[in-house]
């Protein structure tokens, strides 16, 4: 199965990509968390229990959202399936420039996403938006695309509109949507070596009308999902290596910057762990196999997960809590109800099964270690600080576990088990990396 995914996706980047960059070189963005004071998100008078739980808030839609989407596509072909994740769930946002001259956007990271998009000139019906909109009249590299074209066949929901331009009506969940043509256009980003780097052709979709719970503050959307049309699949085939990483610092570290590092100079080196990798509906799959609890048992993770063929778990870098089975999470809390002689508490928000109180640090250090051991022996051993959330209440004194139940939903690998890790991706093995790391040195 894993071979036969391979084979089929390289042979779409072949036939599809044009990308051409100056040098195959590699290069690096910042991931601008929405909650840093460089974001224009950014609240300065939420404090940091207000930022946590409207993290596990927004946790909790994404995952439904994911749900939605799997059940939806279990009934009816995929190429109908154009529910697409709420857009206000993101974590990330991205500078993209683009065009030429380049035009700065400030687009939100969607992974589970393909299409990368801005509201373009003219935008009939468009969410009101501060950035200026894209000009298409004003950038030499603007190519509309053919309907007939590969790359545009590679987006499901696009059709053939007039004048055989590749068109899209992608519907969101929540009832918001987006509606315009895909084009192909100049995206520039600056390289470790200097001078910017110049990728050509890359497929970008020009709203010309767009609705719903999109903010003002986001001019467009980022399309960082695996699928063979996403931004990813389209930039690494000209790059000297077929790989992408990131690094996410910890959300109380509100200086540094997360980065995502595209070609060899992203390499996860080092202690390192891998396990395989597949791309199903543009999500990055992982299979996980067991969890350990520290001085407690193991929990056995069924091989396979309603909805997903290859594996059992996304791994997603836009949900912030993860995601077992009701089984599997069950037998998890009590096997780590067993070690940690803490008094119970409730997660304010409802979404954690399990929670603690805890009046100190001498508290903190009775909560254990949990292994996530993925295939091919790839064991995380997640810390504390990082497998149980923090600061859910006034006085910092519940923490919980930082899982949730999957219910008919998939199971997901989230950022929060993802900080200080330097996570790679290489597309040609398929495989994902791991290296424990301070991601603000990176
Ligand atoms: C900022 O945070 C405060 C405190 O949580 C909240 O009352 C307010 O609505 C937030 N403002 C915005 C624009 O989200």
């Not at 596990?56 to 072909?77: C, D, N, P």
């Not at 007939?148 to 009832?175: M, P």
């Amino acid at each position: 199965m894993t071979i036969v995914i391979l084979l089929a996706l390289s042979l779409a980047a072949a036939a599809m990509t044009t990308a051409t960059a100056a040098t195959a070189a590699s290069f690096s963005i910042e991931l601008i968390h929405r909650d840093s004071p460089k974001s224009p998100f950014y609240n300065h008078s939420a404090t940091s229990v207000d930022r946590a739980r409207a993290s596990i808030y927004r946790s909790a839609h994404q995952a439904r959202q994911i749900a939605a989407r799997v059940q939806r596509k279990s009934v009816i072909e995929p190429s109908d399936a154009v529910s697409r994740l709420f857009p206000d769930t993101f974590e990330y946002l991205m500078e993209l420039r683009v065009g030429t001259p380049p035009l700065s956007i400030l687009a939100v990271v969607g992974t589970g996403s393909d299409l990368t998009w801005a509201n373009c000139v003219p935008c009939t019906k468009c969410y009101r938006q501060t950035a200026p909109l894209f000009d298409p009249r004003k950038s030499s590299s603007y190519r509309t695309l053919p309907c007939t074209s590969n790359l545009c066949k590679a987006f499901s929901g696009s059709s053939c509109g007039e004048g055989i331009s590749c068109e899209y009506h992608y519907a969101y969940q929540d009832g918001s949507n987006i509606d315009g043509v895909i084009a192909t256009e100049d995206l520039t980003f600056d390289s470790s070596a200097g001078s910017p780097l110049v990728f050509s052709n890359i497929a970008f979709g020009c709203n010309s009308q767009s609705s719903g719970s999109f903010s003002s503050r986001a001019a467009g959307m980022a399309g960082l999902g695996g699928g063979p049309a996403s931004l990813v699949s389209q930039i690494v085939p000209s790059l000297d290596k077929k790989y992408f990483s990131y690094c996410l610092v910890p959300k109380s570290d509100t200086q540094a910057s997360s980065k995502v590092i595209f070609g060899s100079a992203g390499v996860v080196a080092g202690s390192t762990v891998t396990t395989p990798m597949t791309v199903e509906d543009s999500f990055f799959v992982l299979r996980l196999e067991e969890i350990i609890v520290d001085g407690a048992g193991s929990v056995p993770v069924p091989p396979s997960a309603p909805g997903l063929k290859t594996g059992n778990m996304i791994i997603d870098s836009s949900t912030t809590l993860n995601y077992l089975p009701t089984g599997v999470l069950s037998s998890l809390v009590e096997q780590v109800s067993k070690v940690v002689s803490l008094p119970k508490a409730t997660d304010p928000e409802g979404v954690m099964p399990l929670c603690f109180t805890v009046t100190g640090e001498s508290d903190r250090q009775k909560l254990p270690f949990i292994t996530f051991k993925f295939a091919g022996e790839a064991s995380l051993r997640l810390s504390p600080t990082i497998i149980f959330m923090d600061e859910l209440s006034f006085g910092g004194n519940v923490v919980c576990l930082a899982v949730a139940n999957s219910g008919s939903g998939l199971p997901i690998f989230g950022n929060l088990a993802q900080q200080n890790l330097h996570v790679g991706y290489d597309l040609d093995i398929p495989a994902v990396t791991f290296v424990s790391a301070d991601c603000a040195q990176l």
